[in-house]
């Protein structure tokens, strides 16, 4: 098993910046691939990032290229997601997720075998 415990949402103002963190316990976490989705009210759950285990690859939605950026550090077990020049339409609640498949298509909602809770963005125009 995994716990995931995201952090780091809230309400920022259009343009600002927040950084999401997810902390990972229970297993190896340099061991999985992780990403970052997102769920905004009355739409499916989206792929917004991930990170290869070995961090060596990472991958993005195209509405955030340029402007969110993940991360990750093994021995703090935590990966980030770095949200700059945020935007309205990024309002969701965001979700981080580990897959242990390490070549898995990373986009994939069902790739994932561990979810956190969520925290909520909300960006005010």
């Known amino acids: 098993q995994v716990q995931l415990v995201e952090s780091g949402g809230g309400l920022v103002q259009a343009g600002g910046s927040l950084r999401l963190s997810c902390a990972a316990s229970g297993r190896t976490f340099s061991r999985f691939n992780m990403g970052w989705f997102r769920q905004a009210p009355g739409k499916e759950r989206e792929f917004v990032a991930a990170?290869?285990?070995?961090?060596?690859?990472?991958d993005y939605v195209d509405s955030v290229k340029g402007r969110f950026t993940i991360s990750r550090d093994n021995a703090k077990n935590t990966v980030y997601l770095q949200m700059n020049s945020l935007k309205p339409e990024d309002t969701a609640v965001y979700y981080c997720?580990?897959?242990?498949?390490?070549?898995?298509?990373?986009?994939?909602?069902?790739?994932?075998?561990?979810w956190g809770q969520g925290t909520q963005v909300t960006v005010s125009s």
């Open positions: 997720a580990a897959d242990d498949g390490l070549y898995g298509p990373m986009r994939r909602r069902d790739s994932y075998d561990y």
């Open positions: 990170i290869r285990w070995s961090g060596g690859s990472t």
